[in-house]
């Protein structure tokens, strides 16, 4: 089974860029759906991907349709209009490929998809003093719930040694 972030019509360079940094550090795969609401190869975005470009396997479509054709696996829809947790989604139970879709920043996933994948449609819990977190931050909570449920598969649970290694602390000076 593998994970994927799916962006629909990503609209801010730098969140875009931030959850390259995500998928980067999670191992999952980053999808993104065209149009742009900026160039991926422009020196604004490359500098807030900070050097991540490198690091995420991604992959770039002209349209839903486009990725829909090329992707199998269970569709999960991040919205506001959704009416459960990411962390009521049995995600260890499934055997198929797992996408978390967010849409654009200004609109969010087109209604007419939201409402024939009402059942799959999810929201992060907040007070109603907020209409919505940041894309990048819903990615990030989301893309953890998945892996918290899987148990963080190859993922370290310690400071890797070509950083600062895992017994740094242990070795720390004042």
């Known amino acids: 089974m593998k994970l994927n972030v799916v962006l629909y019509q990503p609209e801010i360079p730098e969140n ?3 959850i390259m940094r995500t998928c980067a550090a999670s ?4 999808h993104l ?28 479509y002209i349209n839903w349709e486009d990725f829909k054709n090329k992707n199998d696996g269970e569709y999960f829809y991040m919205t506001r209009y959704g009416k459960k947790a990411p962390s009521t989604i049995d995600f260890k139970s ?3 490929d797992i996408y978390l879709i967010f849409g654009k920043e200004s609109t969010g996933i087109p209604y007419e998809l939201l409402a024939s994948n009402l059942d799959r449609c999810f929201r992060l ?3 109603s003093n907020v209409r919505a977190l940041n894309v990048s ?15 963080y598969p190859e993922l ?3 400071e890797p040694e070509n950083f600062k290694g895992e017994n740094f602390l242990l070795n720390f000076k004042k």
Do not use: H, W
């Open 16 to 18: 875009t860029a931030n």
């Open 27 to 30: 191992n999952f795969k980053l």
């Open 33 to 60: 759906i065209e149009p742009f609401g900026f160039a991926l190869s422009s020196s604004k975005f490359k500098r807030s991907s900070a050097n991540n470009l490198d690091n995420v396997n991604y992959e770039r």
């Open 94 to 96: 499934l055997s198929k």
């Open 125 to 127: 819990p907040m007070n």
């Open 137 to 151: 931050n819903c990615v990030a909570i989301c893309c953890y719930e998945v892996l918290r449920q899987l148990d």
């Open 156 to 158: 370290s649970m310690v």
